[in-house]
């Protein structure tokens, strides 16, 4: 008996779908498991897995010639060819005109991002494309950054909850800063580090790009608990320091994250201070610290990095606009809060929740 992955027509419908339809509106009915109970038709296909899951992502009507010649099975061979010529109907129909790509929460990686950037120049009206909280890494981000680069109309990008790190950070931000289109790539919750954040922060520095998915009409924004690291705070505080990108926003909810992060243990001969009492301000890896835990029997100390609070407390200092912030149980410490607090002071009515 022929499987639904191994049939060619069940293999052309799905293919199409993959253009069409957002990801979380594909429904793998082969996984459904009929139920006595009462719980509702649609949360019985969640719980059995039938809208989770990966799929391929589109090809190329000639690769799926191919595959319909050498992998999948039919009933009758003559069927072949005209399997093949519907779906390159549909492509050369409906391909050219796509203009929005929903393929977030597929558990993609590199490979499967490889092969995405190579048909995406054939989407030429493509405005918006969201891969986020997938696992895509490094490899995969130099192969979206290349497809950037030739694209004329992408305006949006979302990549935030992937694997980038800041090597992945490196590939992108030659693309950010050349594309002419992109007005939104946001990259919060991608394993950066200060370092390569503060690179995509300096590739869109005399540009409008959001790198934390704000839009230029957008009035509230809620990022709590999303696992927000300091260097998240320094993509932020890029968007909060562009008129053209927040001159909307009047409330940002950035509660219940860690956005003051606390290191490790580290050695205090590591450490550049004259004490490591708790408090203390020291430098480590260049940066300034907060010492938070001081010097233990082992020689150790804990610090809270204070970099990202103070590029969000710049941020703060240049955006006129936003009248409210929520900032509570960020591990801020004393330290951050004053700095926070100073960046707001003299503004009447600034409702700053730390």
């Given at each position: 008996m022929t499987t639904y992955e191994e049939s060619g027509w069940c293999f052309v419908e799905a293919s199409i779908s993959s253009v069409l339809k957002a990801s979380e509106r594909r429904v793998n009915v082969?996984?459904?498991?009929?139920?006595?109970?009462?719980?509702?038709?649609l949360l019985r296909l969640s719980n059995d897995g039938c809208?989770?899951?990966?799929?391929?992502?589109?090809?190329?009507?000639?690769?799926?010639a191919s595959l319909l010649a050498n992998e999948k099975k039919f009933y009758a061979s003559s069927d072949i060819a005209?399997?093949?010529?519907?779906?390159?109907?549909?492509?050369?129909?409906?391909?050219?005109?796509?203009?929005?790509?929903?393929?977030?929460?597929?558990?993609?990686?590199?490979n499967d991002v490889v092969q995405l950037a190579e048909v995406l120049p054939c989407f030429c009206q493509l405005v918006a494309i969201d891969l986020s909280k997938n696992s895509i890494g490094a490899a995969g981000a130099k192969s979206v950054a290349a497809a950037m680069v030739v694209s004329a109309s992408l305006t949006k990008i979302d990549l935030s909850s992937n694997r980038l790190g800041p090597a992945g950070a490196a590939a992108l931000a030659p693309a950010v800063a050349a594309s002419a289109s992109l007005t939104v790539a946001n990259v919060l919750s991608n394993n950066l580090d200060i370092e390569s954040a503060t690179l995509l922060v300096n590739a869109v520095k005399d540009k409008d790009v959001s790198l934390?998915?704000?839009?230029?009409?957008?009035t509230e924004a809620d990022f709590r608990w999303k696992d927000l690291l300091p260097h998240d705070a320094v993509l932020l505080a890029s968007d909060l320091s562009k008129a053209g990108v927040s001159a909307s926003l009047r409330d940002l909810n950035l509660a219940s994250n860690h956005l003051a992060g606390e290191t490790g243990?580290?050695?205090?001969?590591?450490?550049?201070?004259?004490?490591?009492?708790?408090?203390?301000?020291?430098?480590?890896?260049?940066?300034?610290?907060?010492?938070?835990?001081?010097?233990?029997?082992?020689?150790?100390?804990?610090?809270?990095?204070?970099?990202?609070?103070?590029?969000?407390?710049?941020?703060?200092?240049?955006?006129?606009?936003l009248t409210a912030l929520d900032l509570c149980?960020?591990?801020?410490?004393?330290?951050?809060?004053?700095?926070?607090?100073?960046?707001?002071?003299?503004?009447?009515g600034f409702d700053l929740k730390v």
């Amino acid at each position: 008996m022929t499987t639904y992955e191994e049939s060619g027509w069940c293999f052309v419908e799905a293919s199409i779908s993959s253009v069409l339809k957002a990801s979380e509106r594909r429904v793998n009915v082969s996984k459904y498991r009929p139920g006595r109970d009462e719980t509702p038709y649609l949360l019985r296909l969640s719980n059995d897995g039938c809208l989770a899951g990966s799929r391929s992502a589109p090809l190329e009507p000639d690769r799926v010639a191919s595959l319909l010649a050498n992998e999948k099975k039919f009933y009758a061979s003559s069927d072949i060819a005209t399997v093949a010529g519907l779906y390159k109907t549909f492509f050369d129909a409906v391909v050219p005109a796509q203009r929005e790509l929903v393929l977030c929460k597929l558990g993609w990686g590199d490979n499967d991002v490889v092969q995405l950037a190579e048909v995406l120049p054939c989407f030429c009206q493509l405005v918006a494309i969201d891969l986020s909280k997938n696992s895509i890494g490094a490899a995969g981000a130099k192969s979206v950054a290349a497809a950037m680069v030739v694209s004329a109309s992408l305006t949006k990008i979302d990549l935030s909850s992937n694997r980038l790190g800041p090597a992945g950070a490196a590939a992108l931000a030659p693309a950010v800063a050349a594309s002419a289109s992109l007005t939104v790539a946001n990259v919060l919750s991608n394993n950066l580090d200060i370092e390569s954040a503060t690179l995509l922060v300096n590739a869109v520095k005399d540009k409008d790009v959001s790198l934390c998915g704000i839009q230029r009409d957008q009035t509230e924004a809620d990022f709590r608990w999303k696992d927000l690291l300091p260097h998240d705070a320094v993509l932020l505080a890029s968007d909060l320091s562009k008129a053209g990108v927040s001159a909307s926003l009047r409330d940002l909810n950035l509660a219940s994250n860690h956005l003051a992060g606390e290191t490790g243990y580290v050695k205090a001969t590591k450490v550049q201070g004259s004490s490591f009492h708790v408090g203390d301000k020291v430098l480590y890896e260049g940066r300034e610290m907060v010492v938070s835990m001081g010097k233990d029997s082992d020689g150790d100390i804990k610090m809270i990095d204070m970099s990202g609070v103070k590029a969000l407390a710049d941020g703060l200092a240049v955006n006129a606009e936003l009248t409210a912030l929520d900032l509570c149980w960020n591990q801020l410490g004393r330290e951050g809060k004053q700095v926070l607090e100073q960046a707001v002071k003299g503004r009447s009515g600034f409702d700053l929740k730390v």
